[in-house]
């Protein structure tokens, strides 16, 4: 096996016991062989671990590792990254299916073109029992757009993150933003960070087929009547310990987050993009607006509360 694969698929899991054979399964009937599978268990309770071992055992591209305790989904998607030994990246779901053809798009993609930094394909929604659903995701890519044109296109346009951050990114741009930050919708923050590097190139097939074992979420953009108790759930899952403080408003965050990355201290240790840290934090607060409004209003509701009970 080459000790240094084209591509890492970084896949953290926590109780898939239910679909991930079919996950690995066709992640191992891919086209394109030079790749590797880092599995990240988080402390499962059922028998991920065990199913995930006894795949490792039969594949030497697959390596295991297990975490004691539930880190968290940041630390855990890090992990997995932070394993890595491909030139080539992406984060893998313990529930979906793919393509045999998927990895073999993808690196073609970023091969042909460097400035490409992230290929991902149209996502196609499944349910429970593998039925499709009716759900379809609006195309974005900025490819041939200039630096300033995609990071106002990320800004003000995109839509998708959830289905993006499971293409295929060039690992050194990932590293450039802080990899898979302590944010509430840490990937829509990456995504917004990954725009100033490169382009973004979505292949017109259809390739993945993302589950969603439970409820579709609601269509539409605007701010729905459990906003608050969204952001509650994000906390719970995504966090090792006590969730910091701006993970209970996301937009804010979100603007705070790009102003650290790029401006105060990027993790790539150059300053070269510090002007656009404030460009890319206004630009996004204006166009999330609507949710801005809702965590103002969730801000005073708490110190409203917090008065009442002194």
Request: include cysteine; glycine fraction near 6%.
């Amino acid at each position: 096996m080459n000790s240094s694969p084209l591509v890492t698929i970084g896949m953290p899991v926590f109780n898939g016991e239910k679909y991930i054979r079919k996950a690995l399964d066709s992640l191992l009937a891919q086209t394109f062989q030079d790749f590797e599978i880092v599995i990240s268990d988080n402390a499962s309770t059922d028998a991920t671990l065990e199913i995930c071992q006894e795949y490792a055992a039969r594949d030497k591209r697959i390596r295991v590792y297990h975490n004691e305790r539930n880190l968290g989904m940041c630390r855990n998607f890090r992990t997995v990254y932070e394993k890595r030994r491909g030139r080539y990246f992406a984060w893998a779901g313990d529930h979906d299916v793919w393509h045999p053809e998927w990895i073999q798009s993808l690196v073609s993609a970023l091969d042909e073109d460097p400035e490409v930094v992230l290929a991902y394909p149209i996502a196609v929604a499944i349910s429970a029992n593998d039925e499709l659903l009716p759900m379809r995701w609006p195309r974005y890519e900025t490819v041939g757009l200039s630096k300033m044109e995609r990071i106002r296109a990320a800004c003000t346009r995109m839509s998708g993150a959830g289905n993006m951050v499971y293409g295929l990114f060039r690992s050194s741009v990932i590293a450039k933003c802080g990899v898979y930050p302590d944010f509430t919708a840490p990937d829509r923050l990456l995504l917004l960070e990954a725009s100033v590097y490169g382009t973004f190139k979505q292949i017109p097939r259809e390739l993945w087929y993302r589950r969603y074992p439970g409820s579709l979420p609601k269509p539409g953009g605007g701010v729905s009547p459990d906003h608050e108790q969204a952001i509650k759930r994000q906390q719970s899952l995504l966090f090792d310990g006590k969730p910091p403080w701006y993970s209970r408003f996301p937009i804010i965050g979100h603007a705070l987050g790009l102003i650290y990355h790029l401006s105060i201290r990027p993790p790539s240790n150059s300053y070269a993009n510090a002007h656009l840290g404030p460009y890319m934090a206004y630009m996004h607060l204006v166009d999330e607006r609507h949710f801005l409004k809702e965590e103002i209003r969730l801000f005073l509701k708490s110190l409203k509360m917090k008065r009442s009970k002194s």
